[in-house]
């Protein structure tokens, strides 16, 4: 097992989810998913190590009570809080996407969602708005928030992870158009640089439909109330 990464299983388990019968997929699912958590029990140890080193060379006594267990518990935190490189809109749309005759607009908003900054490895975090224009295509509502949840759960820059989920759902749906926009807090400016705690970054993406009808651009960004 440690000679695969969970890249590599993916990619191994996709070609055979596209092979096999309809049947056989959830057991073929739940096999994938067991090989995965597998791969990222095996990783442990060596983030926790590399935890132990930080913490010895930030000048802590690494042996005293308070931090015997803090290099496991810091490893096994990252990568819960980086599970979004395990995942792939394929596992989380998992036939969720229904022909519908519908063809106006679909918005999803105040979706919460923390992040990583991948330039100093500390939080941000806010919440999202997602629309689409459906082209007679929708997905179950709870998979555009679980589609935020993938990209977020990643080293990111709020910039490229707005324009990920908006591109990601573009791809799923084909829709007439798509918008996503997010607003959040970044610790990096809070809790060390300028500190600024007040401030707020806000970023958007429009795709599609949004982008070229400024009438369509209006009625998302009213009904969501970021005017």
């Known amino acids: 097992m440690e000679n695969y990464t969970v890249s590599e299983i993916t990619e191994q388990a996709t070609g055979c989810l596209n092979q096999c019968t309809n049947e056989s997929k959830p057991h073929l699912h739940q096999e994938v998913k067991n090989l995965k958590n597998s791969v990222e029990t095996n990783k442990l140890p060596c983030i926790e190590k590399f935890y132990l ?130 607003e959040a807090n970044h610790m990096c400016m809070v809790m060390r640089g300028v500190q600024k705690i007040n401030a707020c970054t806000v970023t958007s993406v429009m795709l599609g439909k949004f982008q070229d009808d400024p009438k369509t651009r209006s009625e998302f960004i009213a009904l969501t109330g970021k005017n």
């Open 53 to 182: 080193t930080i913490l010895s060379e930030l000048g802590e006594d690494a042996e005293r009570e308070g931090l015997l267990r803090t290099p496991l518990r810091a490893a096994k935190a990252m990568q819960f809080l980086t599970k979004g490189y395990k995942e792939t809109i394929r596992d989380v749309l998992n036939e969720a996407i229904f022909d519908e005759n519908h063809e106006e607009m679909v918005i999803v908003k105040d979706i919460d969602f923390f992040s990583l900054c991948e330039h100093h490895l500390v939080p941000f975090f806010g919440k999202a708005h997602v629309a689409y224009l459906s082209n007679r295509k929708v997905v179950g509502l709870s998979k555009i928030a679980r589609i935020v949840e993938i990209y977020s759960r990643r080293l990111q820059v709020q910039e490229h992870l707005t324009k990920q989920i908006a591109q990601a759902i573009s791809e799923a749906l084909e829709p007439a158009g798509v918008a996503v926009v997010m």
